[in-house]
């Protein structure tokens, strides 16, 4: 469902924050508003991916560097088209599952002999696991998100900008790349790399048991699907 309206304020929010009418606090309660309001899919998701690209822990003007303001401006795109993102959610049975209930029940049986020993197992299961599903989810998109996302191809990106002559591709600002934080905020809260590690691992394994239990669920696999007008698909013809 196309939600015209949503999609309109949302593209003038958008502008609004890139030329510095508005901060990144009033940025975000506009597209959050939006969210909850519009029944529009492809709206949600574009505000999903819009809250990547600020901080909403301080009130700031806009600071992308070159590559997000491009991938902001075909988001804009995309809204300003009829084109839409549809997601299709599927549940599977995966041998990761396998490996996630043998490692819990090898961890349940360590934990009367050797309690430490049973966290380490349960630590290194889970974190194997994690990874397989990791590279397993990543399988399910080829995108280059630097080149023609969301839209699946530049032949498709093309063709919406053909058929969308009032969408206004905004320049790049030259100021900008001034604004961006040399050393991100949350490194200041780094510890040294000699406690931090040992800290994480000795935390990880401590909830890996949840993990592990989590992980002998079902699989959920989301794919995103780009549905392109039909007038606009005839021209790829």
């Known amino acids: ?28 309660a506009e597209i959050q508003s939006l969210y ?6 492809t709206v949600r998701h574009v505000i999903s991916q819009l809250w990547l690209t600020y901080s909403d822990m ?27 993102i549809e997601f299709h959610r599927s549940w599977q049975w995966h041998p990761s599952q396998l490996m996630a209930g043998a490692g819990l029940a090898k961890t349940a049986l360590w934990v009367p002999v050797n309690f430490v020993l049973a966290l380490v197992i349960a630590g290194v299961t889970a974190n194997t696991v994690g990874r ?16 023609a996302w969301p839209f699946p191809s ?20 030259p100021e900008l790349p001034s604004r961006i934080p040399k050393v991100p905020w949350y490194d200041d809260l780094h510890l040294p790399r000699v406690i931090e590690v040992p800290l994480a691992a000795v935390g990880w394994c401590i909830v890996a048991p949840l993990v592990l ?7 959920c696999r989301v794919r995103e699907a780009f549905v392109e ?5 005839a021209q790829g013809r």
């Open 229 to 233: 007008p039909h007038e606009v698909a």
């Open 132 to 147: 397989h599903r990791r590279r397993l989810k990543s399988s399910d998109s080829e995108r280059d998100p630097w080149h």
């Open 58 to 84: 301080e009130d700031h003007l806009v600071r992308y560097d070159r590559r997000t303001w491009k991938s902001v401006q075909r988001l804009v795109l995309l809204l300003t088209s009829n084109a839409e």
């Open 154 to 173: 530049l032949a498709a990106l093309a063709r919406t900008l053909r058929a969308n002559p009032q969408f206004q591709r905004r320049p790049y600002r």
């Open 213 to 219: 239990l989590v992980q002998c669920l079902p699989l």
């Open 36 to 41: 909850r309001e519009t029944p529009d899919q």
């Open 1 to 28: 469902m196309i939600d015209r309206e949503a999609r309109t304020e949302l593209c003038q929010a958008v502008d609004d924050f890139l030329f510095d009418r508005i901060g990144s606090e009033a940025f975000d």
